[in-house]
């Protein structure tokens, strides 16, 4: 089993940051992919950065503001200049192979709050 903690979280004002974490343990073998999403209310989950083998990918919304970053099993989202709209559940994802198999989890999810 794998299992993912996040932290983070919180109400922020505008211009302002946070710094999210996951941490992921358990009995994995490799981990591939380690990634954040959020979900906004009346939306759809969408892809905020992903780190995977060194190379990154970042959402056009927040390129420039946020920053992702891994260290063994725990991946990090630095969010400088936070807006209003950025305001969401964040949620980590982890791809990679276990003893069992390969496993894709999803972390509790981390609600963050940009006041304007």
């Known amino acids: 089993q794998v299992q993912l903690v996040e932290s983070g979280g919180g109400l922020v004002q505008t211009g302002g940051s946070l710094r999210l974490s996951c941490a992921a343990s358990g009995s994995f073998v490799r981990i591939n992919t380690m990634g954040w999403y959020r979900q906004a209310p009346g939306k759809q989950r969408e892809l905020v950065a992903t780190i995977s083998g060194g190379i990154i990918n970042v959402a056009d919304s927040v390129k420039g503001r946020f920053t992702i970053s891994r260290d063994k099993a725990t991946v990090y989202l630095q969010m400088d200049s936070l807006k209003p709209e950025d305001t969401a559940v964040y949620y980590c994802?982890?791809?990679?192979?276990?003893?069992?198999?390969?496993?894709?989890?999803w972390g509790q999810g981390t609600q963050v709050t940009v006041s304007s």
């Open positions: 994802n982890v791809i990679g192979l276990a003893l069992g198999g390969r496993y894709d989890r």
